[in-house]
């Protein structure tokens, strides 16, 4: 087999590049003439702006500009758009306040941007910062996403009367309750999605020009098109050819990085301003304070049963904090997004969840790995365990009585999605057996005899992968006989250099080694959907595939005109195309002269997503003096469908898991109940996963081609952070003899459950 050729484990190409210090982020950038920003960002959660002095700040060393927005009212400068719609219960729309570039009444979270300061160092502008007189009148703040609903708390945006955004419901809410009535029982929990922050290892810098004509934005995203069109009719009101967003390599994405952030436009528009390039770099902190979170929910739950441990139906209610402000999908995150997968793998209809989003004065959150899907599957995952007790059933019992059945697929599910390939049963199989689920007991008393307590769970999950169903791509063959592919998707990490030349070398032969992906320039890639929601492979390698694909038919035309042949008798490989039978050929090169071998096309999809899914099994080892948490083993297996790179799989697989590690035992996000003051604005107060936190992780693939696509392919970069916190919730409370404890299980949270447990 073709060691270069879709499903090989071909190692990352990109990555010599960047482990020799050959890449090339934003930051490294320097442009003649440059000049550096910084911003100004409110200490308080919630206060009035009565005056703002920036006198001693535009007097300060070094400093060439001091702005704020009432500079840019008079410079017209529009709002920052929300890019979804969210239908409400009474039919009422998603309210949404306005987003100014810097906030000049009030301030509504702590890191709120409130003047930018440009000057010729980063150093003089930071310094320059601290000048800056604002007259604040306090007002009391809501960071508590339960109580931001109570009639009592303090309302944000006093023009909407209330914290509401908007109240969302899937529907089916009669069936829902009829399921209730029939009943032999039912369970319930109530649960915390806690808030998590992104952080990626690249902090967020943009480098705004501007050649008097025209705007040039460099920035880390997960695609320029979107960012570009958002700046270019919402900021700035000019014509897309007068804004140009390049981003070179990116360190991580997450989902954070596809937003339309203030910081971005604040360069372009000093830039403008100044006659000069104008650079913005987020510290650590402002990353912490700053950038969208993700989750934030707090929900009661309901599944109802037959007598055979059968789900009838479930109920959910939930509150989901949107910040003060709504990002781009904010509001689509936790009702519309997570809610195409209501049901997950079960046989499930008669389901009704309702969402409530709420301001709070916190920072915005929007998509995070998963972007929804986590939370609902989190939802799912628990009720089941609480229903495996109420029935006496092991957690792999009453799971295995309620999947879809392979027969029931494509199966249409309460959301109205038809998930159209999938064997649950199966791959759950697969998992326990990976797992060595059989000899957990040995595996128990071994711990218990080193005096910690042992328990395992199981989380599986579904997928709405695909975002935006249509992607542009190009392929170009040059007199070299190199292959350029430029693609709308972005990689920032994924491995998208190695996956597409695996794409386009299975298609046309030309050598692995000669094929060069072009991305993130708008100049060249006029069109596309970025990365996000898992959508890469599905779309920007079927795209790759088809235009790769017309290549094919365009050479073998050619050649079949230049060597005099039928095109029968010609076969094509790495050098080009020859006349079966004899040494009669013609190069690649040769045949692009002249620019003839350049295909672009959009691909656009019948269905709106496909549905990788996956059973996730985790074991922990709790110290019960201490109530400190070990995650020691840990076995997965996902469907992606086909999967175009095994090892590049693995890898988002083993990402997403640590995600989910994080979010599960480790990531807490804290706010100061009173003044709103951010108490986790740093790495000495969140803690991410590291090396020593993550056990051998062992994935396994169920390989179930998707049928809607030509390559089929899946998502699959989501995965882990949906299977792996309902496993390690699941296994925890195992070990504990307990029916829930929330998310982030630190040691203090498991050991009063201990102890609660104990004086039961």
């Known amino acids: 087999m073709d060691q270069f050729g879709i499903g090989q484990p071909v190692r990352r190409k990109e990555d010599v590049r960047l482990l020799t210090g050959r890449g090339q982020f934003t930051d490294d950038l320097v442009r003649d003439g440059m000049v550096h920003a910084a911003v100004l960002r409110s200490p308080h959660a919630h206060a009035r702006i009565l005056s703002i002095d920036v006198s001693a700040a535009k007097a300060a060393p070094g400093v060439v500009a001091v702005l ?8 017209g400068l529009g709002l920052f758009p929300v890019l979804v719609e969210v239908p409400g219960v009474d039919g009422s729309p998603v309210w949404c306040p306005p987003r100014a570039i810097l906030q000049t009444e009030a301030v509504r979270f ?237 046989d499930m209809q008669a389901v009704n969840a309702q969402v409530r989003c709420v301001f709070t004065n916190t ?126 998707t972005f990689s920032h990490g994924q491995g998208h250099e190695t996956a597409f030349a695996q794409v386009l070398h299975a298609r046309l032969g030309i050598p692995f080694d000669k094929v060069r992906l072009v991305q993130g320039d708008s100049d060249v890639v006029p069109t596309g959907g970025g990365t996000g929601g898992s959508r890469s492979s599905q779309m920007g390698g079927v795209a790759v595939a088809r235009a790769s694909e017309r290549v094919l038919e ?40 002249g620019g003839s071998l350049d295909e672009a096309l959009t691909y656009k999809r019948d269905t709106e997503c496909n549905f990788p899914n996956g059973c996730h099994l985790a074991e922990v080892e709790v110290d019960p003096d201490t109530g400190e948490v070990a995650v020691v083993r840990y076995a997965a297996v996902d469907d992606v469908g086909v999967p175009l790179n095994p090892m590049l799989v693995h890898g988002q697989c083993h990402g997403g898991i640590v995600a989910g590690i994080g979010q599960a035992v480790l990531e807490r996000t804290a706010y100061e109940g009173e003044s709103g003051q951010f108490l986790s604005a740093s790495f000495q107060d969140y803690a991410l996963p590291r090396a020593g936190d993550v056990p051998e992780l062992v994935v396994g693939l169920n390989v179930v081609p998707c049928p809607s696509n030509d390559l089929g392919v899946k998502g699959a970069g989501e995965g ?18 307990v029916s829930h404890v929330d998310m982030p299980l630190t040691p203090e949270s498991v050991w009063r459950a201990l102890r609660e447990r104990s004086a039961a």
């Open 363 to 488: 920072v915005p959150t929007d998509a995070y790995r998963g972007a929804g899907r986590p939370e609902v599957a989190y939802v799912i995952e628990r009720l089941l365990d609480q229903g495996a007790v109420a029935f006496g059933l092991t957690r792999e019992e009453i799971r295995a009585r309620n999947y879809v059945r392979p027969e029931q697929i494509p199966y249409v599910n309460c959301a109205g999605n038809a998930i159209d390939s999938g064997a649950f049963l199966d791959t759950q199989r697969q998992a326990l057996d990976l797992m060595g689920w059989d000899g957990f007991a040995t595996r128990q008393a071994e711990s218990r005899a080193r005096g910690k307590l042992r328990g395992r769970g199981i989380g599986y999950f579904i997928e709405a992968s695909g975002g935006q169903p249509a992607e542009w791509a190009r392929v170009r063959i040059t007199e070299t006989g190199e292959a350029l592919v430029h693609v709308g």
């Open 554 to 593: 365009k050479a073998r035309r050619i050649a079949s005109e230049r060597l005099e042949a039928a095109e029968a008798d010609l076969e094509h490989g790495p050098e080009g195309f020859r006349i079966a039978g004899t040494d009669r050929r013609i190069t690649w090169g040769e045949l692009a002269r």
């Open 68 to 75: 704020t927005g009432h500079d840019a009212a008079a410079d």
């Open 720 to 737: 882990g952070a949906c299977g792996a916190p309902p496993a390690i919730v699941g296994a925890v409370c195992d070990a504990l003899g």
């Open 110 to 346: 702590v890191g709120d941007p409130v003047a930018l300061v440009v000057a010729e160092t980063r150093a003089q502008a930071l310094d320059a910062c601290e000048l800056i007189l604002v007259d604040y009148e306090m007002l009391p703040a809501v960071t508590d996403t339960a109580a931001a609903l109570a009639p009592d708390a303090p309302v944000i945006w006093p023009e909407r009367g209330s914290n509401l955004c908007v109240h969302w419901s899937s529907g089916r809410e009669k069936e829902a309750d009829g399921a209730f009535a029939r009943a032999d029982r039912s369970v319930s929990v109530r649960l915390v999605n806690n808030r998590v922050v992104g952080n990626p290892m690249e902090p967020r810098v943009a480098l705004g020009e501007w050649d008097g004509t025209r705007f040039t934005l460099t920035s880390p995203t997960q695609g320029v098109v979107r960012v570009r069109e958002g700046l270019a009719k919402h900021i700035f009101n000019v014509p897309l050819d007068q804004m140009r967003v390049v981003s070179p390599d990116v360190g991580g994405g997450f989902g954070l990085r596809g937003k339309l952030f203030p910081e971005s436009a604040m360069v372009l528009w000093a830039a403008k301003r100044l006659g000069r390039p104008v650079k913005w770099l987020a510290g650590r902190t402002e990353t912490f304070m700053c950038d969208p979170h993700g989750r934030d929910h707090v929900t009661e739950a309901e599944m109802a049963f037959d007598g055979n441990a059968r789900i009838l139906g479930m109920k959910v209610r939930t509150v989901a904090a949107m910040g003060a402000y709504l990002l781009d999908f904010g509001p689509r995150v936790p009702t519309v997004a997570g809610g195409r997968i209501q049901g997950t793998v079960y």
